[in-house]
């Protein structure tokens, strides 16, 4: 099978010839070092929309790494303070949008233009036989991320037309990024929209039904290729929700909060799963340990097929590169169907 066939029988969850690898999130630290410094380098974090330059590097990324896809991305610009923590990784700070005076100050490209899209066909043209993605956020994190974290918890109670003001203007545009991305023939659509802690959802199941999900419909409305939604923390309480909206694969199931093994047993027959190499292991365990837990992964989630596996978050800047090559060397070890190990 070629990548393309083999991720997207793993989002209708059959069983490919081998289990496939993805990976969205890749700090340039870890591509610098893996590359012998050919690659990368620089603060994590994609671009708003890709060029040229950046379909070239994603292309040789997926190369080093072996992933199954490529991702074009078109990232909704978001009015907040963004700050350089450590290990180059960035954090948001106070969000501008904190009255409905405000939001005339959320100023979002046209989703069909050509400033996103200019890009789009050479690179679908130079993705060779890897699946083509189009990463981006359906509207749920751009919110609290715009108005800032404090603001739009007490905005929940208090002030409740601000907050879906910005969040009917985030999922319009993310519906025809959605809309735009299936009309171009991609073959999925991912979206980074973190809705958990590890303990549980950021806000009631009932109020994120009664609220958010209306105006996320419109999303998947939009969209005739498979979703694959990101969130980290316990999604348990709204994976119903997830499958109701239409979402096909999730991720990244982050191991220090959710069960995959547990996951594959109640939901395998309605989710892909994309997991769950701890992020920890990545950065603190030994190679040996790291092909261990790919071996359990592969041994325990990867049967019956519909699973693909990735890091329990993404390739950040303080995993250790021994550690990121012994996942990758497990999986080519003992990931081909049937999966003996």
């Known amino acids: 099978m070629t990548s393309r066939e083999r991720l997207l029988a793993a989002f209708r969850r ?3 010839d081998r289990v496939p690898y993805c990976e969205v999130g890749v700090s340039g630290q870890v591509i ?9 380098g620089g603060e994590e974090g994609g671009v708003d929309a890709m060029d040229s ?3 070239q590097l994603e292309n040789a990324i997926s190369a080093l790494l072996g992933r199954d896809h490529v991702c074009y991305r078109v990232a909704p ?12 990784i960035p954090f948001y700070g106070d969000g501008a949008l904190q009255s409905l005076a405000d939001l005339d100050r959320l100023q979002l490209p046209d989703p069909e233009g050509e400033a996103l899209w200019g890009a789009a066909e050479a690179f679908q043209r130079g993705a060779g036989e890897r699946a083509t993605g189009v990463t981006s956020r359906a509207g749920f994190s ?3 991320l715009a108005m800032g974290m404090e603001p739009f918890a007490v905005a929940l109670h208090e002030n409740l ?6 969040l009917e203007r985030y999922t319009d545009w993310a519906a025809g990024v959605a809309r735009q991305a299936s009309r171009r023939g991609f073959d999925f659509f991912w979206t980074s929209d ?29 969209l005739t290729i498979p979703w694959v939604f990101h969130s980290d923390g316990d999604l348990s309480q709204v994976l119903p929700d997830l ?19 547990q996951v594959k047993k109640d939901w395998g027959h309605r989710f892909c799963l994309l997991g769950n190499v701890s992020v920890h292991l990545l950065a603190v365990g030994t190679p040996a340990e790291v092909e261990a837990e790919v071996g359990r992964l592969l041994r325990e989630v990867a049967p019956g097929g519909g699973y693909v596996l990735s890091s329990g978050n993404s390739l950040a800047s303080y995993c250790r590169p021994e550690n990121v090559q012994a996942m990758l060397a497990a999986l080519t070890r003992w990931g081909a169907y049937p999966i003996s190990i």
Do not use: C, Q
């Open 14 to 16: 059959e069983t490919p």
């Open 32 to 40: 610098h070092a893996l590359s012998g410094g050919r690659l990368g």
């Open 53 to 55: 330059r950046g379909s």
């Open 77 to 88: 610009p978001i009015p907040a303070e963004r700050h350089a923590g450590a290990d180059g």
């Open 142 to 144: 751009p919110v609290y």
């Open 161 to 166: 037309a601000l907050v879906e003001g910005v």
């Open 194 to 222: 973190d809705l958990a802690f590890k303990t549980g959802p950021l806000l009631s199941p009932a109020m994120f039904r009664r609220i958010f999900v209306p105006h996320l419909r419109k999303v998947a409305d939009a």
């Open 243 to 261: 499958a109701d909206l239409g979402v096909a694969a999730i991720n990244p199931l982050e191991p220090e909060a959710m069960d995959i093994v």
